[in-house]
Structure formats: structure tokens, C-alpha cells
């Protein structure tokens, strides 16, 4: 596939067709990672999250940590009768 590099206002850029853009789930206003690996340039959708209002980036990341160091020994599963009830076997041990 070949696509021409054009005048965007004072910059230049290429353009996707509507294909491509539903092939990625890319939409309006998306961003989108720009990795170059030699001759080559590779586009991503960005997975970043933006953070809660108040909620800084280092608060989020102890958030975590916590939860990866202790979060499993806590969690809550569905039985199979559909209830929430502790995870026994993760309590006891």
C-alpha cells in the first residue's frame, strides 16, 4: 500500500483510509505511538490512561504496588452458586 505525503496546515503528514482506521479501531483524536526501528516506522494506539482529577502519578503507582503485593490475599471470587464470598484457600494460607 503506498499513501502521499501531504501539506497538513505547516506540516506534513499521511493520511489513513477509513479501512485502515476500522482495521486498527483507530478513531478521531486518538493518540497514537510513534516507534521508528531503523528504516522502519511503527504506529500503535496509545494505551496510556489519564489519571482521576487529584490523583497523581505517583499515587497511582503505590496504589500498584499494593495491590499486586497484597491484593490477590483480599480478593473476593463468585461462587458457583453466584454469591460473593471470600476465597478460602487464598485466606488459609
Known amino acids: ?21 476500522n482495521e486498527f479501531d483507530w478513531k478521531e483524536d486518538d493518540i497514537v ?3 521508528i526501528d531503523k528504516e522502519r516506522i511503527i504506529l500503535r494506539k496509545s494505551n ?22 497484597e491484593g490477590r490475599q483480599n480478593k473476593e471470587v463468585e461462587g458457583e452458586d453466584g454469591e460473593i464470598k471470600e476465597n478460602k484457600e487464598r485466606m488459609e494460607s
Open 1 to 21: 500500500m503506498e499513501r502521499k505525503v501531504t501539506k497538513i496546515g505547516n506540516s506534513l503528514g499521511i493520511t489513513f483510509s477509513k479501512k485502515i482506521m
Open 33 to 35: 505511538k510513534i516507534e
Open 48 to 69: 496510556k490512561v489519564e489519571l482521576p482529577e487529584g490523583v497523581t502519578e505517583e499515587v497511582f503507582n503505590e496504589f500498584l504496588k499494593k495491590y499486586k503485593d
